[in-house]
């Protein structure tokens, strides 16, 4: 299966000749640190918080009781999710592609295990993945406790707190070094539902120049869900794996994160068979003049 060494030989071998970074790598950094900042201050801007350590719970900047800050997160709660089924069933799962930060914390471990593979370097990369384990954890920590606590709490309240965030980080590190993009193929209950909201959609990976194809296989080494990117037209259906069903489509279960694209552009030498975005019409072919007869 591709997820693992073969994957990174082929993503970073590629890359490593080609010299600088794709553009799909910087979209994605872009979006996701913007997109974890916006959630991030939510919750240190005063916008919504519910703490359950002073009982002080926020909404738009005043406090208000339990019940209400339960009420004000359940509405942009449902709003969002209406947002992404429709996002999912008309565009695919770009969120999974370009802004999951599980995702990037799997392809930054990726990165690191790659480039920083040998030597004293290889634990300086575990420390830089779990820093950012740790700051992603303090994000979701944010949203249900004051940062006070660990200065004015009882040593109980001190204890819960720490329990907690340690617990968080220690799941994120143990989730992205143990499993790392495995989890996003076979186990991550977002990736599920999103599969199954949009088993069609209105983009896809698509084979628009086979004949530059090269069949070298760099496109199916690089996915990280184990499909054939060449093929997604076909919209086969791949057996259950982990907490996905059976029968999901290919289509529902592409992440649009364009590896396979990367992937295909740095190893043709002409114009890239591969292509991601929106899916093309098939182009008609002329009609042919029917003969008069005489």
Known sequence: MPVGVTRLKTLYGLAKKRGSVHRYTWIRWAVGIAFTAGVALLPLTGVLRIDLWSGEHLWLGEE??????????????LAINIAIIVASRFIGRYLCGFVCPIGALNRLDEWFAWRWRKGRRRWL????????????????????????????GSPAAVT??????????????????????????????????FAVLGPTSMTTVEFAHPEECTDCGACEKSCPVDLTPRE???????????????????????????DCVAACEDSTPGPTPLRLGFKRAPAEEPAKSEGVER
């Open 160 to 193: 819960v707190a720490g329990v907690g965030l340690g617990g968080t980080t220690l799941v994120l590190f143990g989730t992205v070094r143990g499993l790392g993009m495995r989890f996003c193929r076979d186990y991550c209950p977002s990736g599920v539902y």
């Open 64 to 77: 208000v009781g339990l019940i209400e800050a339960i009420k004000a997160f359940a509405f942009p709660f």
């Open 232 to 258: 997604l037209a076909e919209e086969g259906e791949r057996p259950g794996m982990g907490f996905y069903p059976a029968n999901l489509s290919d289509y529902a279960l592409c992440l649009r994160c364009g």
């Open 125 to 152: 990369a575990h420390a830089i993945v779990f820093v950012a384990c740790a700051l992603l954890a303090a994000v979701a920590f944010s949203f249900w406790s004051d940062w006070r606590v660990f200065a004015k």
